[in-house]
């Protein structure tokens, strides 16, 4: 149970295009939806907080205008990546939780590699 | 902010048990400790969660002292399989939030 699925696992483009990245919840209801960034070698940043059906929160120095988050259901979340430039290359990760009690724990999507050229 | 402090790397062998502890002073009274590992180019796996105490499942157990300001996963006799970093993460509490701390490399040896 508490499968998350995320998709594509992998994109190539080219500078100046728009990515979306879907982050699903297979067999659950997601209260809340967490993105994340990671570079090589490196931990995890939470980028952003999605609740279903209002704004997201972002987190300190992470551009909204840039990273589109858009959570329209319980069970589906996406991350936009608005002209991406080489330096938004990086690997994307999404979780969700049921509920918002500190005693649920996160279920993480297998992250799609985002390599813009 | 709960914050985490982790050996950056641990090296072992095969079958012997792993210890890895985790240091969290800030930690909340509602918080909870997470751990969970992960594989190059994949999403972090749930390993064990707890509030104090013990907590023992099929994989691994977490032990948590009163004061709540550590906690420690140990992995009973490793295979290289287990080869992966390892984060503890605490709750935000009220706040719904999660940091990452750096994690620990743990590599196992033949």
């Known amino acids: 149970g508490a499968v998350v699925s995320q998709h594509p696992s992998w994109v190539i483009c080219k500078s100046g295009t728009s990515v979306k990245i879907e982050c699903r919840s297979l067999d659950f209801q997601a209260t809340t939806m967490f993105w994340y960034r990671q570079f090589p070698k490196q931990s995890l940043m939470l980028m952003a907080t999605s609740n279903e059906g209002s704004k997201a929160t972002y987190e300190q120095g992470v551009e909204k205008d840039k990273f589109l988050i858009n959570h329209a259901s319980l069970t589906l979340s996406t991350l936009t990546v608005t002209s991406a430039h080489p330096e938004d290359s990086s690997f994307y990760i999404c979780?969700?939780?049921?509920?918002?009690?500190?005693?649920?724990?996160?279920?993480f999507g297998d992250g799609t590699r985002l390599s813009i050229l | 902010l709960a914050k985490t402090t982790q050996p950056i790397s641990m090296d072992s062998y095969e079958g012997q048990e792993v210890n890895i502890t985790c240091s969290h002073n800030?930690?909340?009274?509602?918080?909870?400790i997470t751990w969970y590992q992960q594989f190059p180019s994949q999403g972090p796996r749930f390993i064990i969660q707890g509030y104090k105490t013990k907590v023992t499942n099929e994989v691994a157990s977490l032990f948590i002292p009163a004061d709540r300001k550590s906690s420690t996963l140990s992995l009973p006799r490793v295979s290289l399989s287990d080869t992966a970093v390892y984060y503890c993460?605490?709750?935000?509490?009220?706040?719904?939030?999660?940091?990452f701390g750096s994690g620990t490399k743990l590599n196992v040896k033949p």
């Open positions: 979780s969700a939780r049921i509920g918002t009690g500190s005693f649920q724990p996160q279920h």
């Open positions: 800030n930690i909340a009274t509602n918080d909870y």
């Open positions: 993460l605490v709750g935000e509490g009220n706040f719904n939030k999660f940091y």
